[in-house]
């Protein structure tokens, strides 16, 4: 970790970062502090000042979302046919079915000769 020193509205603040994101605090502080100067905050106490930096920040960042196209929708994931049952099974079934109708023919055949 490292101190880093961000100038915001004439004041100066020193912050920690986690070792490598100096530059990027560095930059974050420098677009606080043009949106505090822009709006003329400097004369404000360090909390006021702050809040209206973060309000101006906020609006650009609530514009900037209602300028972005909407997120493109999530396609749901197709759900497939369960597939049929496999071409031995179907075979299976068949010569059952027509054992059962042999059978059901012999009884008929049976019955009528009673």
Request: glycine share 2%; proline share 11%; charged share 20%.
């Given at each position: 970790m490292s101190n880093v020193t961000l100038s915001i509205g004439g004041r100066n603040f020193a912050v920690s970062a986690t070792d490598g994101e100096e530059s990027h605090i560095e930059m974050l502080g420098r677009m606080i502090d043009e949106r505090a100067r822009k709006i003329g905050?400097?004369?404000q106490s360090e909390p006021r000042m702050?809040?209206?930096a973060a309000l101006?920040?906020?609006?650009?960042?609530?514009?900037?979302?209602?300028?972005?196209?909407?997120?493109?929708?999530?396609p749901e994931p197709a759900i497939s046919e369960p597939a049929g049952p496999s071409p031995e099974i179907m075979a299976?079934?068949?010569?059952i079915a027509a054992r059962v109708e042999k059978?059901?023919?012999?009884?008929?055949?049976?019955?009528e000769a009673s």
């Open positions: 905050a400097q004369n702050m809040l209206f101006v920040m906020a609006d650009e960042l609530h514009e900037a979302h209602k300028a972005a196209p909407p997120p493109a929708p999530v299976r079934v068949a010569a059978l059901a023919a012999h009884l008929e055949d049976a019955g």
